[in-house]
């Protein structure tokens, strides 16, 4: 097994060269360009490693489904609705546009940048420390990593050159959708687009989706199996930006991409799949990532079509 | 299995009273709104029924996918989707804005019209009548009725009064995306959605999708096992219009539906699902039948997720 | 004053460089780029010429806003602004956006192509070719030119290339809006577009504009002075396409300019301007035409702000 | 003259009934709904006026022609149309999407709010301080009142309500247009729009526009030549919001109007005017205020057109 994944690790390293780290975020270009790692964690919690799987990186994107998962039990999937919306956009993440044009002014969809941001001003706690400790002590039973931190440099980072989420925020807040204070909230959302990972920690969370919600190692129930699901239809419909439809289409796996490089698959019933290569295509996905995906999904045949 | 069916669509009977039939098209207008029926064919060709299971309908939009599969065997995958996008648009059916806006103009996935005209004009034939057959006698073939036809009254009320499809179609002819006559092309698009159906043909659609494109009972390959995952991958992502994203969460089984008031449903490697409810939603979806869809998918645990 | 003019033409023929000959109508590109001829007339009926003032071209966009006068003469102001829209749209003259978004759907302005199809659609007549006869006989007596005629090339190609107009019509015939025949009113706005014309003719047009309607020469009143004040109006507003804004703050005449090359210019009270360029900016605008319409605004001070 | 003035008043008092003070902002909800009043200043310095023209209200975005005169006379012209377009943009003046859509992501004007925070945040001085005394001594001069102020109550309003402005201002820094700091120049421009005027504020003004910048009374020039017309045909293509062509239509006078409720009118060569009457339109205008306008413009023949 490792070494097929070492080889749909050589065959597509060379994809990075197509793409470019992010540089909107400052410190994300300090990013190896070239760097490539898969962990596979599979129901037995049999861990299959190749190329880079040490390297540390910042979850971004890849943190929204975990976050809404959070949410939903938060809230209930009534209220959540209410505020945010359930259908792709076809637009970029950043995108502001529709929520002018649309009726109501809600994002479309949690995973676009306006609805994490609403997403994340819905967790609760008594103040934000606390809203943070509640969303870091989720994401470390979920990973199964306690050590898991925020990576300060690109905290600071984000919060100094956000100003288009600050953007959104305040028209989310002018529309009466957003309630809660912009800096407080933002704050928590760029801590949470910061939190230092390795695919390791991916493919763990994502076998956790697959197992519907109940930890692997644990026999404990971590997340409801119904907002397990929500969250997994999301990964498909809205998980990889506006390249969704094409990633459904050739690879066919529940995944989360984020700028920061990494993916993270969850096969339902089979496997968690993390994905780490800060080569980024112009949508913002990994573009060697999406290739070792598409060799892994193949090989294993792993569509859920 | 009948039992539960009918206990279904005694539950769920109720939410014709909240929609309406489809007024655009005047011939639609002569359906009765509170006809529900349902029919399942699983892969070893048991056929469950429930509700007004004989009643014919147009199949309209749930056409589509099958012109795209006929379309990518003819052509390949390449070819078609230099002129059709992979995305969900998050706009309505009849949408023309992101024609506009998006480089380059090509529509953005095959489901909304103006996607499904261009596959319509991609079908390969000598002339319009030799066209109109190969979709004809794909539609017999894929659902075992040698008797298909189509509804002449439809065809020539949509003929009338599709001026909005006009537009479509003469905004891609001029953008050069769009090459062959469009008074032509319509003319087959017009007839493709006219096809006369009932719910079996439906499922019976459906379970062949479900088994990877062979024929469950001949055993014949009528499908690509790849061009079937692709179907069944638009379904998804965006088989009932602008309420795709909240029907893969509260349903999460492929489907596609027309205005007509039918929906095709396909689970892998499980069961093929036809439903009839002509009352509709405003974004054009069957009112009742998405009730039914959810009660069958629950009850059943069905979600692909 | 026609060594004015002569210095005027000399000083900007340089721009013609930077533009090109209209392509997406094949006839227009047989113009020669570096035409440009200038044509004044006075309320005296003086008349001042300089450059390429024989040359004939077709009149294009510049016919908008004088179909819209025989319009609003025929049906009313109310009739008119209940089917077309007065508001300028910062959008390309083709543009079909803005008829998706607003509400009600109707064409921002007469001077949009989708406006100025309506327009058309609403000239009485018992049939095309009386309504024809009657915006042909409208156009010699403002122009004073009874030979006016048809290029039947310059017709034939915008027929075989218009699907770009078709897709408008047909929209606002699907919406209602429309109510006549999408060909037939085409094929008269593709012959009102393709009426050849000098800048003589645009001059003594222009110029019965600033006399608020009443001919010069004969003293018949040929237009409601309202109606010429809103004429007058729009082309302020939106006359030269989406650079509407910037031409009247560097210009300040009201003024309207076609793919043809030309620009008709109206100074209230003062005179009539006619100016020939066919080598275009990428808004659609005469290059060199623009820069000869500033210099003679600035030398002769003839802004109306 | 007044009794003109008087009856014009009397007759169209009563459409204030159609509209409503602006909620938008709290403290604008204490206006007098049927207040109406006006006041003219001719070149001559000869004052007309008639009913509550002594009423004080906050200029809002009839500021915004002001401070733009301001901001080309600081940095000229090249500069400032480098950050902000000249366009009308057919859309709300609070609009967002064509900042997003339309490239280089500059405002389409400096009539809409997000045009005129830009144009703000380009008036010169050492600090905000500086900047403000700058702006309230340049709206000083401009209406010979040394004694205008800002109302406090109005600004600490706009302040705690302003987040839809904050979202525009945030996206212009975010795209790198704005390079101030946001908070600065929205302090800055929640002041301007606070400064409290009469009727005879406005119309001085406005006179002083008429007068291409030359004080009337003193001689001075106060404005550039260039600039003052620059000023006025905004005032014609976008001071009214997204009803300025039917405005430019039915009146013919460049004139801005301000959700406090006021108009300035400013007639080239003749005349400023000033109205006041805070119930508005759904566009933002004020209802019996477009009235009076258009009863002046009509009895006195002041359409530039």
């Known amino acids: ?65 975990i976050t809404l998962a959070l949410a939903i039990m938060d809230s209930g999937k009534d209220k959540i609705f209410s505020k945010v919306g359930m259908e792709p956009s076809g637009d970029p993440f950043n995108s502001i546009m529709k929520l002018e044009t649309s009726k109501p002014s809600i994002p479309y969809n949690p995973m676009i940048n306006a609805g994490a941001i609403m997403i994340t001003s819905m967790i609760k706690g008594k103040n934000n420390e606390d809203k943070l400790n509640r969303i870091m002590s989720f994401f470390k039973k979920l990973s199964g990593n306690e050590n898991l931190s925020i990576n300060e440099e690109v905290y600071m980072s984000e919060k100094l050159t956000g100003d288009r989420n600050r ?24 801590k949470q687009c910061s ?25 404990k129930r971590l997340i409801d199996e119904e907002v397990s699901k929500i969250v997994k239809t999301f990964m498909v419909t809205c998980g990889m930006y506006d390249a969704s439809g094409e990633y459904a289409i050739n690879v066919g796996i529940p995944s989360k991409s ?48």
């Open 167 to 190: 953007a959104m925020a305040y028209l989310l807040k002018g529309e009466g959708v957003l309630t809660e204070n912009v800096d407080e909230v933002l704050d928590l959302y760029f």
């Open 195 to 219: 939190i230092e990972i390795t695919v390791r920690d991916l493919a763990r969370m994502g076998v956790n989706l697959a197992s519907h919600g109940v930890d692997i190692l644990t026999g």
């Open 1 to 65: 097994m490792e070494k097929i994944l070492q080889q749909i690790i050589d065959d597509n390293k060379k994809y990075a060269e197509y793409g470019n780290v992010a540089t909107y975020i400052p410190e994300l270009r300090k990013a190896n360009k070239n760097d490539l790692g898969i962990c596979i964690v599979d129901m037995n919690n049999n861990i299959y490693e190749a190329g880079n799987c040490d390297k540390k990186f910042t979850i971004q994107s890849v943190s929204k489904p």
């Open 258 to 305: 984020g700028v920061g490089g990494g993916i993270m698959g969850t096969v339902p019933n089979k496997m968690g799949i993390g994905v780490y290569g800060p080569s980024l295509d112009e949508k913002g996905n990994s573009m060697a990532g999406i290739k070792v995906m598409q060799g892994i999904s193949q090989q294993m045949n792993l569509s859920i079509f």
